[in-house]
């Protein structure tokens, strides 16, 4: 098709962002999206948990996973005031609560998991990091299905190529509804990236070697996978159409890898000083 001119449209998939409407209401693909990744994650969480010398017990993991929904659902929406339209919801406050109406940043979740993890090992006297450790081998569940949720709902596509794979969105101009140019399907290259590489290279170093015996090498090992895919995608991914590209040519997303890179690099490089703080649950906990 591409060698006529003719190119895949999105339309053609048949793909709708309401999974279910019963007219009152409706279920989108985009909050499963969130259930599945939430759920999974605990489910894979407590596999992580049974083996020994982990970092909490069950009872831990469950008062995490609530604290870890407010994280995901107020930093990814904050994390989107504040890094992409700060003036926008400056001048409309009142508009910050409207979540239906999408926006949620993938950086301010991840900040908003961090300061989760932070107050439940610190009311129960955990060690933090090697929580940020088991926590970030779950996260690319919820990664996986929120990119492809952004698919289903035909957004956040990438920039325009002739490549043979690429698809064509329907795009809003001057107000109107057109069938746009041809794009990479750039959501698909972040699910794939983000959620099954990540995974893949998260479940070797926790079932495959030691990984998880010297607290921040897991977390750091995410830090930096995810870091150097997203940045990476960045370059096939339309830039927000308010911000564009910044400095240096580099989309926002770029930018918000940098810290991603240096803190992970960092705590990949002193993981095996901190071996001699790996310390079993106390018997009290219940731990497993």
Known sequence: MAATGEYLRFEDL???PIALDLGFFQLRWYSLAYIAGIIVGWWYLLKL??????PMARRHADDLVFYATLGILLGGRLGYVIFYKPMEYLENPADIIRVWD???SFHGGVIGVSLAILFMAWKNKLNWL????YVACTIPFGMFFGRMANFVNGELWGRETTVSWAMRFVEVQNGNAVLGPPRHPS????????GIGIFLLLWFLFWKTDA???PGMLVGAFLMSLGAARFIVEFFRQPDEHLGLLSLGLSMGQWLTIP???VGGWLIATA????????PVPPAADAA
Do not use: N
């Open 14 to 16: 048949g793909l709708s």
């Open 49 to 54: 948990i049974a083996q020994p010398g982990a």
């Open 102 to 104: 999408g926006g949620m």
């Open 130 to 133: 090697r929580i940020h450790d």
């Open 187 to 194: 959501q698909l290259y972040q699910a794939g990236l983000e």
């Open 212 to 214: 998880r015996r010297y």
């Open 260 to 262: 991603m890179l240096i």
């Open 272 to 279: 095996k000083g901190r071996a001699d703080s790996v310390k």
